[in-house]
């Protein structure tokens, strides 16, 4: 293919497939390249990711364990009824207060007594 030689439709073809081949190559080695720049955080940022679901992972399972306890706990009717019933158990001991009074003067009288014979 110098100069003077006549050029064949085959010669033609050849020619034309390799400069298309060529050119799809250097597109490759560019696309290749921009996918080696592009892909190589986004393998880093899977790294983050995955570790991001283990911390959400373990927080989802306290925050379970947590809603239980939670759950096990009284809510404002049960205390409300509790502060009934302790309401309702003071009224009694002050009850039992006012009446253990006179047995507890009746022991005080009983031991004064069993005090001056003792002293005879």
């Known amino acids: 293919m110098g100069g003077g030689e006549e050029v064949t439709p085959a010669d033609t073809s050849v020619a034309t497939l390799l400069m298309w081949f060529a050119g799809l190559g250097s597109v490759l080695s560019v696309l290749t390249v921009l996918w080696t720049i592009f892909s190589g955080p986004a393998k880093k940022n899977a790294a983050v990711i995955d570790a991001v679901k283990g911390e959400l992972a373990q927080l989802s399972a306290a925050h379970a364990r947590l809603r239980d306890r939670v759950d096990g706990l009284p809510n404002a009717d049960m205390m409300h ?12 001991i002050d009850r039992l207060d006012e009446r253990l009074k006179p047995v507890a003067a009746i022991s005080e009288r009983m031991q004064e007594l069993l005090i001056e014979q003792g002293r005879k």
């Open 81 to 92: 009824r509790l502060e009934l019933s302790l309401a309702r158990m003071e009224g009694h």
